[in-house]
């Protein structure tokens, strides 16, 4: 590690503020900061260039040459995942340290239809499920109808609960229906699990995994049982020992994550309805409250001493 440069490589334009947190992990192992390198140079038709370089790498791009053997990948949104693949590719190729890249496990759990997929194939716990693509008014119907008329819909493809709608009549079914028809997305619809706090908040839990062990938990609890678990929605996050997890819930979360071939996620579960998984998630934020030692710097660490 000594004669070569450790890189941190995020999509520059995302404002998410994973990179900040990264660096200052990087920094507290290392002693200086990584080389950032913005990863939108390396998606299809990009100017990046990657080739060997002895027993590592040489990675071009926005006028630096950076020879470096571990490549920390992060904070790359969801609808561009599938154009950042091809380099994904390349990595592995060349032997970089890169944790977690495999672009299939990516795929599995960006594209939420192939999430339910290899749920069902592992016997993941989760909500009956039904994919939807372009559907007519009439399959909406018979799959709402099949799932009890008290469902989640959320787009294939998405992040921070946006798109994301609780219906439970034939008028809401129509109206989100409508809406992903207009932004040409395909989507799916899930039974309500019921995870009410007595009060009738919503809550349920992120679990943050990394090599079969649990790292972070954060319980979210929404105000409005309408709307989606998400801090952006206007979730409130408290910090959870592990041990406060109830039983059984750090478990499944490191099964759904392996489940994906993930070796490190954030896991979106819940207690009610026996435990349920909602979605897993390749590059968690790291929150507010000491995301910093709880997720980052142990992330950071895994790919310095990969174990």
């Known amino acids: 590690m000594a004669s070569r440069e450790l890189v941190l490589m995020t999509d520059h334009s995302s404002t998410e503020g994973s990179r900040e947190t990264l660096v200052a992990a990087a920094r507290a192992l290392t002693g200086r900061d990584p080389v950032l390198l913005d990863a ?3 998606m299809g038709g990009g100017s990046g260039r990657i080739a060997a370089d002895g027993d590592g790498l040489l990675l071009e791009a926005g006028g630096l040459m950076v020879a470096t053997d571990t490549v920390l990948v ?12 091809g380099f994904q590719r390349l990595l592995h190729t060349y032997g970089a340290r890169s ?9 599995a759990a960006t594209e939420k239809d192939l999430t339910t997929e290899c749920f069902v194939r592992d016997g993941i716990a989760h909500m009956p499920t039904i994919a939807l693509s372009r559907p007519t008014a009439n399959e909406a119907a018979e799959a709402f109808e099949h799932l009890g008329r008290d ?39 899930s039974r309500d699990a019921a995870n009410f706090l007595p009060d009738g908040r919503r809550h349920q839990y992120r679990v943050v995994v990394l090599g079969g062990r649990v790292l972070r938990a954060v319980e979210h609890i929404q105000p409005d049982p309408d709307a989606p678990c998400n801090e952006s929605r206007g979730a409130i996050s408290i910090l959870l020992h592990e041990e406060d997890l109830p039983p059984g819930l750090a478990e499944l979360a490191v099964s759904a994550a392996k489940s994906l071939g993930l070796p490190f996620a954030g896991v979106d579960l819940a207690a009610e309805s026996g435990g349920v998984v909602f979605e897993v998630n390749v590059h968690p934020m790291f929150g507010t409250v000491r995301g910093l030692e709880t997720v980052a710097i142990p992330y950071v660490a895994a790919h310095l001493d990969p174990v």
């Open 74 to 85: 992060y904070e790359i949104p969801p609808h561009r995942r599938r154009d950042f693949a």
């Open 99 to 107: 944790l977690g890249t495999d672009e299939r496990a990516w795929r």
């Open 40 to 42: 939108r140079h390396f």
């Open 151 to 189: 469902v989640w819909a959320r787009p294939a493809i998405g992040m921070g609960g946006h798109d994301v709608f609780h219906i439970t009549t034939r008028t809401q079914l129509t109206a989100a229906a409508q809406h992903y028809a207009a932004v040409g997305a395909d989507w799916l619809i």
